[in-house]
């Protein structure tokens, strides 16, 4: 497990393993300010960078990530919103390397009942600490907030989601989504502004951030 300075204790009681990374992801993206156009976009890719070069140095060729039906929902539309392009996080997939086999094994599984979850066995929730996100409100509380609204009138909506996403977070490798012009050779995603990013980032490839 990779964790925080908030959940070590917790590894430690339970006598899990663990790795503790440390980087100055923030301190970094203010030196390059201006090739940036999106800081959450940013932090991810660096964050996604440090848990692949741990893996490897390690010698595991598993990756599990923690997404939730929630989450691939918000990046659903967020993709829809503002690159015109029907994706969203993929349930697993190989890295274009193919040395490392990402998951997400909680897919089908709401926040809500995750947030219940952890409350009940008293799980060390590790806060929103990011300086950057406490500036405005981001893209993917707004659509959060459009989605909650229209579950007040659709209650079965996170059930019509997940079998309408299903193609797309079914789909097992990178750099399969459909756009004109695209080399699908490459696995190249294009963001809405003018950097391309290869596909193995498929959750954090919008604007406006997180």
């Not at 750099?175 to 959750?203: A, K, T, Y």
């Given at each position: 497990?990779?964790?925080?300075?908030?959940?070590?204790?917790?590894?430690?009681?339970?006598?899990?393993?663990?790795?503790?990374?440390?980087?100055?992801?923030?301190?970094?993206?203010?030196?390059?300010?201006?090739?940036?156009?999106?800081?959450?976009?940013?932090?991810?890719?660096?964050?996604?960078?440090?848990?692949?070069?741990?893996?490897?140095?390690?010698?595991?060729?598993?990756?599990?990530?923690?997404?939730?039906?929630?989450?691939?929902?918000?990046?659903f539309f967020m993709s829809v919103f503002h690159n015109g392009l029907?994706?969203?996080?993929?349930?697993?997939?190989?890295?274009?390397?193919?040395?490392?086999?990402?998951?997400?094994?909680?897919?089908?599984?709401?926040?809500?009942?995750?947030?219940?979850?952890?409350?009940?066995?008293?799980?060390?929730?590790?806060?929103?600490?990011?300086?950057?996100?406490?500036?405005?409100?981001?893209?993917?509380?707004?659509?959060?907030?459009?989605?909650?609204?229209?579950?007040?009138?659709?209650?079965?909506?996170?059930?019509?989601?997940?079998?309408?996403?299903?193609?797309l977070y079914s789909k097992d490798r990178v750099g399969m989504e459909?756009?004109?012009?695209?080399d699908h050779s490459r696995g190249d995603l294009i963001s809405s502004?003018?950097?391309?990013?290869?596909?193995?980032?498929?959750?954090?490839?919008?604007?406006?951030?997180?």
């Amino acid at each position: 497990a990779v964790v925080s300075t908030q959940s070590t204790g917790y590894m430690e009681e339970l006598g899990v393993e663990y790795l503790f990374e440390r980087q100055g992801i923030l301190a970094k993206a203010e030196e390059t300010a201006e090739q940036i156009s999106s800081i959450c976009s940013y932090c991810s890719r660096m964050k996604r960078g440090r848990i692949y070069a741990a893996a490897r140095r390690q010698g595991y060729n598993v990756v599990a990530m923690g997404q939730h039906l929630d989450d691939l929902s918000e990046s659903f539309f967020m993709s829809v919103f503002h690159n015109g392009l029907l994706r969203t996080m993929k349930a697993h997939y190989t890295v274009t390397e193919q040395d490392l086999r990402v998951i997400r094994p909680l897919i089908y599984v709401r926040e809500r009942d995750l947030r219940s979850f952890a409350e009940s066995r008293a799980l060390p929730v590790i806060a929103e600490n990011c300086p950057a996100c406490f500036e405005e409100p981001k893209e993917r509380h707004r659509v959060k907030q459009l989605l909650a609204q229209q579950e007040l009138l659709f209650p079965r909506l996170a059930n019509s989601l997940q079998r309408a996403m299903k193609p797309l977070y079914s789909k097992d490798r990178v750099g399969m989504e459909s756009r004109p012009g695209m080399d699908h050779s490459r696995g190249d995603l294009i963001s809405s502004g003018d950097i391309i990013v290869n596909g193995d980032s498929d959750d954090e490839m919008f604007p406006q951030g997180c």
